[in-house]
């Protein structure tokens, strides 16, 4: 498995609650993702938004666990640009405010 190529980068600007959405992880699933290597990755979607690349539709346990965490204000999550991610729909009255940003190694 290769290190990354590609870190994104999430702040949080506000608090970001649970029922904001705040984004979903799949722990373990850039193993998965790489659609050169997983023929099961449909590489015109690699998205998680799309059932063809849902954790169980690439391989992932059906049992995958997720990852969904409330962010403080100024948190930062730094992750693998191919860790399935998604972000969580906001059931809340507010606006979720988040700078989001890459960083591709040279």
């Known amino acids: 498995h290769a ?9 949080a600007l506000d608090d970001i609650t649970m029922d904001m959405g705040p984004t979903e992880f799949v722990p373990g699933s850039q ?3 790489n659609h ?17 690349n849902s954790p169980a539709a690439i391989g ?9 965490v409330p962010l403080p204000a100024g ?9 399935l991610h998604r972000g969580g729909g906001n059931a809340s009255a507010l606006d ?3 700078a989001y940003f890459s960083w591709k190694r040279p």
């Open 36 to 52: 050169r290597s997983n023929p099961r990755v449909v590489a015109e979607e690699v998205v998680y938004q799309f059932a063809s």
């Open 60 to 68: 992932a346990p059906a049992d995958a666990a997720t990852l969904q």
């Open 3 to 11: 290190p990354a190529h590609l870190l994104n980068v999430l702040v």
């Open 75 to 83: 948190s930062v999550v730094i992750f693998d640009d191919r860790i």
């Open 96 to 98: 979720r405010y988040v």
């Open 31 to 33: 193993v998965l993702t």
